[in-house]
């Protein structure tokens, strides 16, 4: 009987502690928060590709030079490969379906679905700091990106006089 008892602990505290299983926990997220900016002095551009892992760590395809950069959320680039694709899984909907992102054909909004329900919409203006940002502000359908189990989301904005991309990530807070 105590053998049984430790294996469902073990598994209660993966679930309440790590939240292996449930994007966010039970409760969720309330919303995400603008965690840090990055200016890599590469041009936007929509063909680029983004990315990000459960870990804040993201892959950034730049097109213009078929480059696959590695991008850390405290750091910015940490590696280059050059003339590589290292193919992303990109993730539009978290890993259990708690949460989809969509996006506006017109590329000026972003919004985070939990099942019909609008939970969350960016306002990349108020999170530039002392950026100023294009109109749209987004690079393309393809430069944003949830990671599995939506903690971290990442986008590549256009700043408005250089035309350079803005990575922008934000943290879940949860609910």
Known sequence: MG??????????????????FIEGGIKGYSGWEIYSRFAPGLLASEDNFL?????GKGLWYYDATNTTYIIEKDS????????????????????????????DFAEEFITIQDAEIEVWRPDFVADSGAYVLDDPPLAGIWTCAM??????LVFELIEAVSLNALLFFYRGVKA
């Open 51 to 55: 990315c990000i892992r459960d870990d």
């Open 147 to 152: 990671s599995p189990r939506a903690e971290w």
């Open 3 to 20: 053998r049984i008892k430790r294996r469902f602990a073990r598994f209660s505290d993966l679930e309440v502690i790590n939240n292996v």
């Open 76 to 103: 910015g680039i940490i590696a280059t490969y050059v003339n590589r694709l290292i193919f992303p899984t990109y993730f539009p909907v978290s890993t259990f379906g708690r949460y989809a992102m969509s996006i």
